[in-house]
């Protein structure tokens, strides 16, 4: 056994900061799910949905997922490497700087400078800023794995690899732009060409902030969780290379139909059909791990954390290439199916499994028991429910809307005002707003439960101390 | 695994190397290549660069997060195309840094909103769109009325997306507001595509009278009809405000038809594509109803 001093400190830090935006995050997601279905919840022109829409998205995927995912890298390089950070003040710096760059992100999407491509709205200067931390994160990540003390590298260590590489193309390639003024600059791509690009990266920042570093998570802390092996390494071997081959290609069905070259459009489509394969290995490698146990279902209670994150990550991967093919994109493209999408991907698998692995990582740091096995249990029931019941009402209204927008009277004309199609939305939407309030609360029984494991943690050291010195 | 030392996942710099080209090539064929064509950087014969006013409200669109409800792309399918017009072609978005398609249709697309409505519904709607559809969710926007345009902003602007300007053109934009701006942009775009009505009635085929004429039904249904899509512009009593009150119209049945059909350019968008022939004449015997007070 290794007996290094770990540098926790950093771990902790990033997930406490990520834990503190989600909060913000999902607060002001309940307010716009508000706003949709009565506008009287627009309060002035710095809380109106326009902006808080924006702000909702990119302090959930900067602050919560990246800050989660910064945090918990960091403890899975330095197990997997058997070694300490190589620059452990250098991460102490990102971890500051990380918290310093969201607020003043989140600051600049209030004041409405935004460049208007999604998920990279932030304007240059945080762009700038954003780059800096990348390295900063790459430098000590890959520095460390570099330099590691273990030969071979674990499945994790390579989604990780991926990660960083992938994410600093696509983001350096997408925020290049013209800048006019300290908050406003212009694309350095026109019109076709800024779509395909912003799409190509839009897909993709999906795929690498948000599959690969989970599944990087979900491959360690899966069988540490459950004691269990992965079932197939040849499979995840195939699945791993496969996925970062084919992600890359399918941005352009986000543009179906749109005024995009058709070729570009159909090899997007074909792609992402490809990409069930590699994303189902996953799943499989999962279902199969547990298969030769199903009892730590039952026993280890971090275990359906996992086997529901993968299921939804399984549905995600079949319901997004099913939305690609042109038929079904004619139907429930720009409807509130794909915020339904989303979320299930977001609720369901990246949450889940980010909850998961920090209930694992914290007590373990702080080496004592999870507060609560019972109140965790609860968490995972009331989120999944909310989660459920927030994509479920989506993809029904989200049919209705598509439907209502394309249903025509004998004679041709259209049988619906659009008005009389929006209108149609809000029970849903009112749906949708309880779907998301149970999962706060769920959410809040999370917070409890870490809050209370550090001060038990804290406790339990202090009394360790106590002991020794009397 | 017996050869460890020698597998790729013992060798973390060649992985990174293998790793980055496997992401570069769909990235090379999907993005860079199609950059290096022609085909990705189109320009309709007709499209005009932006003048300093639309682009500053451009740049209001854009602030506002106007995209987070409105795409700007109509799709080549029947219905898009009958509600609002033709198609969007590759064309249109030379000048457009970045795209602004969008991705949701919390509200409707905007791709062929230019001259649609007369800038006087811009202007009210804008403020209060409940005023026009009573649940729209849609924010108010009124403080851009109260809100100058930010002139330093938009010179550098048009400066680094070398747009030609004329110094009495930013002299103007001095007397105008955000609101001014944002309409004018509204107002051009899609407008470079010439507009076509995509359903037009003939004029022929409409009887001179109303079939459902004397029908209480009739009135209740068109009286349904105008509070869900008329009282904007009609007033909620049809008291006239940016279109005339009923009261005075002076038109005749069939005038009244082909009119709500069809609209009238630049002033009021027409109905034939959405609403059936029954429905038309249903908002025709409602607007007669005010006339035998």
Redesign the interface.
């Known amino acids: 056994m290794n007996e290094y001093q770990y540098d926790y400190q950093t771990v902790k830090g990033f997930i406490v900061s990520c834990l503190f935006w989600g909060v913000i995050g999902l607060v002001i997601g309940l307010l716009i799910s508000i706003q949709l279905w009565n506008s009287d919840f627009n309060f002035g022109e710095y809380l109106s949905f326009g902006r808080l829409r924006t702000f909702h998205t990119n302090v959930l995927a900067y602050g919560l997922g990246i800050g989660a995912e910064f945090g918990i890298f960091y403890y899975l390089v330095i197990r997997l490497t058997k070694r300490p950070l190589l620059f452990p003040k250098l991460a102490r710096f990102h971890l500051w700087l990380f918290n310093v760059g969201i607020t003043l992100a989140a600051w600049t999407l209030l004041m409405g400078y935004s460049q208007n491509l999604e998920y990279a709205e932030f304007e240059w200067p945080i762009d700038i800023a954003v780059v800096i931390l990348w390295v900063i994160f790459a430098i000590n990540v890959m520095g460390t794995i570099f330099k590691r003390k273990e030969e071979e590298m674990y499945i994790s260590l390579w989604y990780i690899i991926a990660t960083v590489v992938t994410v600093a193309i696509l983001y350096i390639v997408n925020n290049l732009s013209i800048p006019a003024t300290l908050f406003k600059s212009y694309h350095l791509f026109a019109g076709v060409n800024s779509a395909n690009v912003e799409w190509w990266y839009g897909h993709n920042a999906v795929g690498f902030l948000f599959t690969t570093p989970i599944l990087a998570m979900f491959y360690y802390f899966l069988p540490k969780s459950t004691g269990l092996p992965i079932y197939s390494h040849r499979l995840s071997i195939i699945s791993f290379w496969s996925l970062i081959f084919a992600y890359l290609w399918t941005g352009a069905h986000h543009l179906v139909y749109t005024p995009l070259p058709d070729w570009i459009q159909t090899l997007g489509i074909a792609f992402t059909l490809f990409l069930i394969a590699p994303s189902w290995g996953s799943v499989v490698n999962g279902y199969f791990t547990v298969e030769s146990d199903w009892s730590v279902m039952k026993n280890k209670y971090l275990t359906k954390f996992f086997i529901a994150g993968i299921t939804f990550y399984g549905l995600q991967t079949i319901q997004g290439p099913s939305q690609g093919i042109r038929v079904i994109s004619s139907l429930i493209h720009y409807t509130d199916w794909v915020p339904g999408h989303v979320h299930m991907g977001t609720m369901g698998w990246v949450t889940m499994v980010i909850c998961a692995s920090i209930y694992y990582i914290i007590p373990h740091i702080y080496k004592t028991e999870i507060y609560s096995v019972k109140l965790a249990n609860i968490h995972f029931w009331i989120v999944l429910i909310g989660q459920l019941m927030f994509s479920i009402t989506m993809w029904i209204t989200g049919i209705q809307q598509g439907a209502m927008w394309k249903m025509t009277n004998p004679d041709g004309s259209l049988k619906y005002t659009f008005i009389e199609t929006v209108t149609a939305n809000y029970p849903y939407w009112q749906m949708r707003t309880i779907a998301g309030v149970i999962f706060v609360v769920g959410m809040l029984f999370f917070l409890y439960n870490i809050f209370m494991t550090i001060q038990k943690g804290k406790k339990e050291l202090a009394a360790k101390l106590a002991a020794a010195n009397a | 695994?017996s050869d460890?030392?020698n597998?790729i996942?013992?060798k973390?710099?060649l992985?990174?190397l293998v790793?980055?080209i496997?992401?570069?090539?769909?990235?090379f064929?999907?993005?860079f290549y199609?950059?290096m064509r022609a085909?990705?950087?189109?320009k309709l014969e007709n499209l005009q660069p932006f003048t300093p006013l639309q682009l500053a409200g451009r740049?209001i669109y854009?602030?506002?997060?106007?995209?987070?409800?409105h795409?700007q792309?109509v799709?080549?399918?029947?219905?898009?195309v009958?509600?609002y017009g033709d198609y969007?072609?590759?064309g249109?978005?030379?000048?457009?840094?970045?795209?602004?398609?969008?991705?949701?249709?919390?509200?409707?697309d905007l791709a062929r909103v230019g001259g649609k409505y007369p800038d006087d519904w811009h202007y009210q709607h804008m403020a209060n769109?409940?005023a026009f559809?009573e649940?729209?969710?849609?924010?108010?926007y009124a403080?851009l009325a109260n809100k100058k345009i930010n002139i330093?902003?938009t010179v550098?602007?048009l400066?680094?997306?070398g747009i030609p300007y004329k110094p009495e053109d930013i002299e103007a934009l001095k007397s105008k507001t955000e609101m001014d701006a944002i309409v004018a942009y509204l107002q051009q775009l899609g407008t470079a595509v010439s507009k076509k009505q995509v359903?037009l009635v003939d004029e022929k085929s409409v009887e001179e009278k109303s079939p459902l004429s004397g029908k209480a039904d009739a009135v209740a249904e068109g009286k349904r009809l105008y509070q869900?899509?008329c009282v904007g512009c009609h007033g909620k009593n049809a008291e006239g405000n940016i279109g005339p009150a009923f009261a005075d119209t002076g038109r005749s049945e069939k005038e009244l038809f082909v009119l709500i059909a069809n609209g009238l350019e630049g002033a009021m968008p027409g109905y034939?594509?959405?609403?059936?022939?029954e429905k038309i004449w249903d908002l025709v015997e409602y607007v007669k109803s005010f006339k035998k007070q």
């Not at chain 2, 799709?75 to 898009?80: E, H």
């Open positions: 695994m460890n030392k597998s996942y013992s973390a710099l992985f990174t790793a980055t496997t992401v570069l090539i769909g990235t064929v999907t993005m199609p950059m085909e990705m950087h189109p740049d854009m602030r506002e997060g106007c995209m987070n409800c795409t792309t799709r080549p399918l029947k219905a898009d009958l509600r969007s072609k590759a249109e978005f030379y000048y457009d840094r970045p795209h602004l398609w969008g991705s949701k249709r919390t509200g409707p769109p409940q559809y649940k729209s969710n849609m924010p108010k403080f330093e902003q550098a602007g400066k680094v997306l359903v869900l899509e034939a594509n959405q609403f059936t022939r």
